[in-house]
């Protein structure tokens, strides 16, 4: 599966954004693109690029559990204050997660909280099956601690 393609929100640090393209993925940046959207301007903007919204904002985590059709938010909810730390934990979380299209992905220092969001039709096709039956009614979890 290609990387998929990432909107960084304002709050995440010009280094990260600069790692993560060098490591090959599609950044999108808010700072770049139009300082001061609003968090609703943000959502569509990533559903029209379909893009992942990476942020430390926990109003994503709202918006894509009430949102149907959000494409997906990475919340990083670890200190902000080390950007190639917070890069590598980026980095590191889309390395296990086979699919994060679709999906509420809260990074703690230690555990990786992954909701399914309610399914679109898009979203479904391009789940595994097996990913369909398992994420779709479970909250999982990756423990850092035993990897």
Do not use: C, Q
């Amino acid at each position: 599966m290609s990387k998929p393609r990432l909107l960084a929100d304002e709050n995440i640090p010009r280094t990260v954004i600069i790692v993560l393209r060098k490591r090959g993925y599609d950044v999108a940046s808010i700072w770049e693109l139009r300082p001061g959207m609003s968090d609703e301007e943000v959502v569509e903007l990533a559903i029209k690029e379909s893009r992942i919204i990476i942020t430390f904002d926990k109003d994503f985590g709202r918006i894509a559990l009430l949102k149907p059709n959000v494409t997906g938010v990475i919340l990083l909810r670890i200190p902000p204050l080390n950007p190639p730390y917070i890069a590598e934990k980026i980095i590191s979380t889309l390395d296990r997660i086979e699919n994060p299209y679709g999906k509420l992905i809260i990074v703690r220092k230690r555990i990786i909280k992954i909701i399914t969001l309610i399914a679109t039709l898009d979203t479904v096709e391009t789940m595994s099956s097996s990913a369909r039956h398992s994420e779709n009614y479970y909250d999982n979890y990756i423990d850092f601690t035993t990897i």
